[in-house]
Nanobody, 123 residues
Framework: QVQLVESGGGLVQAGGSLRLSCAAS????????RGWFRQAPGKEREFVAA????????YYADSMKGRFTISRDNGENTVYLQMNSLKPEDTAVYYC????????????????WGQGTQVTVSS
C-alpha cells in the first residue's frame, strides 16, 4: 500500500524556520516527482513547491521563492521542505504528494497524498 507520511510541523514565531519531511513507502518513489501543497482554513489547497524525480529540477510558487527549499533523498524515499523567514500567512496544513512523470503545480496532477502536517506561525 502506497503511503506518504509528513512530519516536522509545529508552532514557530514569525521569522523562524521549520523543516518538513515526507517519507514514502509501498511504491517505487525514486521515479516519482514530488510536491508540497498547503491549505489554510477556508481556502483552497495551493501549490508550494515541486521537485523532479532526479532532484535536478525544482519549481516554487512565487510567494515561496527565496524562503522555501525543496529537496529529496531517493535512497530514503524522502522529500524535504526547508522553510525559512516564516510569516503568519504561511500558517496552514502542509501536504506532500507524488506523481509519475514531470513535476507540476496542479493539485489534480498528483496521484498520492499524505495526511498533512500543521504549521502555525505566530506573529
Amino acid at each position: 500500500q502506497v503511503q506518504l507520511v509528513e512530519s516536522g510541523g509545529g508552532l514557530v514565531q514569525a521569522g523562524g524556520s521549520l523543516r518538513l519531511s515526507c517519507a514514502a513507502s509501498g511504491g517505487i518513489f525514486s521515479r516519482y516527482a514530488r510536491g508540497w501543497f498547503r491549505q489554510a482554513p477556508g481556502k483552497e489547497r495551493e501549490f508550494v513547491a515541486a521537485i523532479s524525480w532526479s532532484g535536478d529540477s525544482t519549481y516554487y510558487a512565487d510567494s515561496m521563492k527565496g524562503r522555501f527549499t525543496i529537496s529529496r533523498d531517493n535512497g530514503e524515499n524522502t522529500v524535504y521542505l526547508q522553510m525559512n523567514s516564516l510569516k503568519p500567512e504561511d500558517t496552514a496544513v502542509y501536504y506532500c504528494a507524488a506523481k509519475r512523470g514531470k513535476y507540476g503545480s496542479g493539485v489534480y496532477e498528483y496521484e498520492y497524498w499524505g495526511q498533512g502536517t500543521q504549521v502555525t506561525v505566530s506573529s
